[in-house]
């Protein structure tokens, strides 16, 4: 999966908002994984390649270290954040689409990325 570089934008802002360092873009293999072997392209960081975009994994820990409520209703994903209290709620709708856990994960990203030009 190649990101483009919107995508990268978001998961840059997303990182600075849920305080994720990053060394800058790359990639790794992950073999014998519980889906298999797989290719992810991210962020560089201490733990690896960070990709909210494309990992489960990273989207949930991204959402909990946020404070982030997600709804997936039947046809949308929704996710909203009050970044501190007295701020506006933040929430970001997805099209659920063909692959629903894509589309709730750029939800939970599209959130982050909102806290992360703010700070």
Not at 50 to 68: E, H, I, S, T
Not at 104 to 112: C, D
Request: negative net charge; glycine residues 10%; charged residues 30%.
């Amino acid at each position: 999966m190649s990101t483009s570089e919107d995508d990268r934008r978001l998961l840059e802002l997303a990182a600075k908002a849920a305080g994720i360092e990053s060394q800058g873009w790359g990639s790794d293999y992950y073999a014998d994984g519980p889906f298999g072997d797989r290719f992810v392209e991210g962020l560089h960081t201490n733990e690896g390649v960070w990709n909210p975009l494309a990992d489960d994994g990273d989207a949930l820990r991204l959402a909990v270290r946020l404070g982030m409520s997600v709804e997936v209703a039947p046809r949308v994903a929704v996710a909203w954040v009050r970044p501190t209290p007295g701020k506006s709620l933040i929430d970001c709708t997805e099209e659920l689409g063909a692959d629903p856990e894509a589309a709730t994960r750029r939800a939970i990203v599209r959130a982050a990325a909102e806290i992360g030009k703010t700070t």
